[in-house]
């Protein structure tokens, strides 16, 4: 379908600029009352620029994945969970919601899911959220 090249093929352009808009203004609102989640310092970056202004946690901390999820368990009822949409990051988000929900966490995954759908191939990690905004925004003739 012409206009859909690299993200998701059943979206146009403008559909998909318009979709991955709204998600990012309510992960903004969203993070106001949640923490999420990420692998690393580069995507703590990355949703920064998107704008985000709540706690942004790494996953990254130095600890085993049970005992970051144990620690994180006793801080946080709810986690709203972005691991990138690689290999490495499809395993980890698996492995993580299990930890999570085993010690009690909520774990919000809805962002990551839709994430993935909107930007389809185009964007495979969240620090490349960014860049693939502004990219629909372009191809959309709605540069910043």
């Known amino acids: 379908m012409p206009g859909t090249q690299g993200g998701n093929r059943s979206l146009t352009r403008t559909q998909q600029l318009e979709e991955l808009e709204k998600l990012v203004d309510d992960l903004r609102s969203d993070n106001t009352r949640y923490p999420v989640l990420v692998e690393g310092e580069r995507d703590v970056s990355a949703l920064r620029l998107l704008g985000l202004e709540g706690t942004i946690l790494k996953l990254n901390s130095g600890e085993s994945l049970v005992q970051r999820a144990d620690r994180l368990s006793t801080q946080y009822?709810?986690?709203?969970?972005?691991?990138?949409?690689?290999?490495?990051?499809?395993?980890?988000?698996?492995?993580?919601?299990?930890?999570?929900?085993?010690?009690?966490?909520?774990?919000?995954?809805?962002?990551?899911?839709?994430?993935?759908?909107?930007?389809?191939?185009?964007?495979?990690?969240?620090?490349?959220?960014?860049?693939q905004l502004r990219h629909l925004r372009r191809m959309a003739g709605k540069a910043d």
């Open 77 to 131: 009822p709810r986690i709203v969970l972005l691991t990138d949409w690689d290999a490495k990051g499809m395993r980890l988000h698996g492995r993580l919601r299990e930890l999570l929900e085993d010690c009690e966490v909520y774990v919000d995954d809805h962002y990551w899911l839709r994430l993935r759908k909107i930007c389809g191939r185009a964007c495979r990690t969240i620090e490349d959220l960014p860049a």
